[in-house]
């Protein structure tokens, strides 16, 4: 069996431009991330409020109850990373779909 080589499309991105795509769509994905878990832990109470610490000194069998935010937390990291590598991504695919029109198209000789 013969294995024929398939001529490389002329206007395929090169190299260091699909390195610089994919470096900048995980740079994106993690600052989208952080930016979710930041926006969640700013909002999520960490310790009680002062009307639950109030009634706690008051009354003697009360207990404020402070949920945990991890699962939010975890949520919002994760959402964020989805939300801005996509975009990202979609962002780098224009870019380098321009990019193979402009070498399609190159200007008249002079």
Excluded at 22 to 50: E, H, K, N, W
Excluded at 89 to 104: H, P
């Amino acid at each position: 069996m013969a294995t024929e080589e398939v001529p490389e499309h002329p206007n395929l991105p090169r190299r260091g431009a699909l390195a610089a795509v994919f470096l900048a769509i995980s740079i994106s994905g993690i600052l989208g991330g952080l930016i979710g878990y930041g926006l969640v832990a700013t909002t999520c109470p960490d310790s009680a409020t002062r009307v639950e610490r109030i009634m706690a000194e008051q009354i003697a069998n009360f207990h404020a109850q402070v949920p945990s935010c991890a699962w939010k937390e975890l949520g919002g990291a994760l959402l964020g990373t989805v939300i801005a590598a996509l975009g990202a991504a979609t962002i780098a695919i224009l870019v380098l779909r321009a990019q193979s029109e402009w070498k399609g198209h190159l200007p008249p000789p002079r």
